[in-house]
């Protein structure tokens, strides 16, 4: 009886096992998210694994029954479909980036291009957009043309690529002579020129939902890492990579939820 009770507390004394967190993002993400989860994991002792793409593919993904923990979507109709399929934790879902979208040349174009209506101009064979069937930057891309009134003059002209790295990729390259992306990729390259930030009352309303599925292997341990991405000094992190950090919500009472401190603490909405 004695060994029987000092081998469970010594049982007990073992560090429980690392957890793997399965966490679907979208492609836009894959910067920031690989710069924070090394720290994160050498605190926390688990495993953050990583499924980056499209975001309307990793929704599919999930719908289908693949392994993910967390889903951290590019664009709120996305995660629309999540929620309304019931696959997200209740209570868990928050709004906790913004973006903007961005019309960009090779940098050493020489083309006057400055506006969305130059693309209409005859020198402009190739506008290399994501793919607007199940991309979000290439639908905002898409909306934002059509709410100008410039997607028929513009639509044969489209290269649609997998992801947004990939219209990145293909004015970088040359092989287009303009192309559609968020703000935030344009810090990835020399190679290309912003020339036309989307404003105005035509401008996407661009916002990254992320939240716990509800069929989570790890559900703590996800939990804590969607806490930590809340965090005021993940926030920072997310700032220098060009996102917007949005507030997390506000509960019934009014009062802000603690988003600073080490992982573990309180999730946004919970």
Same mark, same amino acid.
């Given at each position: 009886?004695?060994?029987?009770m000092?081998?469970t507390?010594?049982?007990g004394?073992?560090?429980s096992?690392a ?15 690989k710069?924070?989860a *090394?720290p ?14 499209? &975001? ?5 993904h999930?719908?289908?029954g693949? *392994?993910a923990?967390?889903f ?7 995660m ?7 696959l997200?934790?209740?209570g868990?879902r ?9 019309l960009?040349?090779p &940098?050493?174009?020489?083309? *006057?291009?400055h506006t969305?209506?130059?693309? @209409? ?6 506008v290399?957009?994501?793919?607007p ?6 639908q ?7 709410q100008l009134?410039?997607?028929k003059?513009?639509?044969g ?9 990939g219209?990145?990729?293909?004015v970088?390259? !040359?092989?287009?002579e303009?192309g559609w ?5 344009t +810090? @990835?390259?020399?190679?290309?020129r912003?020339?036309?930030?989307a404003a !105005?009352?035509?401008? *996407?309303?661009?916002?990254y939902?992320v939240?716990?599925? +509800?069929d ?10 969607l806490?930590?991405l ?16 949005l507030?997390?919500? @506000?509960p019934a ?9 080490p992982?573990?603490?309180?999730t946004?909405?919970?």
């Amino acid at each position: 009886m004695v060994a029987a009770m000092l081998l469970t507390t010594w049982l007990g004394a073992l560090p429980s096992p690392a957890a793997e967190i399965h966490l679907y993002a979208a492609a836009s993400l894959a910067d920031v998210l690989k710069e924070l989860a *090394p720290p994160y994991e050498a605190r926390t002792g688990d495993r953050v694994l990583f499924n980056f793409g499209a &975001s309307g593919l990793l929704s599919r993904h999930i719908q289908e029954g693949a *392994p993910a923990d967390l889903f951290f979507s590019a664009d709120e109709a996305r995660m629309d479909e999540l929620d309304q399929k019931g696959l997200l934790m209740p209570g868990t879902r928050t709004n906790r980036l913004a973006n903007t979208l961005v019309l960009i040349v090779p &940098s050493d174009s020489r083309l *006057p291009i400055h506006t969305p209506q130059d693309l @209409l101009a005859p020198e402009v064979q190739r506008v290399a957009i994501a793919d607007p069937k199940t991309v979000p930057a290439g639908q905002y891309a898409r909306g934002f043309l059509e709410q100008l009134g410039l997607w028929k003059g513009i639509q044969g002209r489209v290269i649609p690529t997998g992801n947004v790295r990939g219209a990145l990729a293909a004015v970088e390259s !040359g092989n287009v002579e303009a192309g559609w992306v968020y703000g935030t990729d344009t +810090r @990835l390259s020399k190679g290309i020129r912003t020339v036309y930030v989307a404003a !105005g009352p035509a401008a *996407p309303r661009i916002r990254y939902p992320v939240a716990l599925i +509800r069929d989570s292997k790890a559900p703590t341990e996800a939990r804590r890492l969607l806490t930590h991405l809340a965090s005021t000094d993940t926030g920072k992190v997310f700032e220098k990579f060009g996102f917007i950090p949005l507030p997390p919500p @506000l509960p019934a009472g009014g009062t802000p939820l603690s988003t600073s401190g080490p992982p573990g603490g309180r999730t946004p909405g919970e």
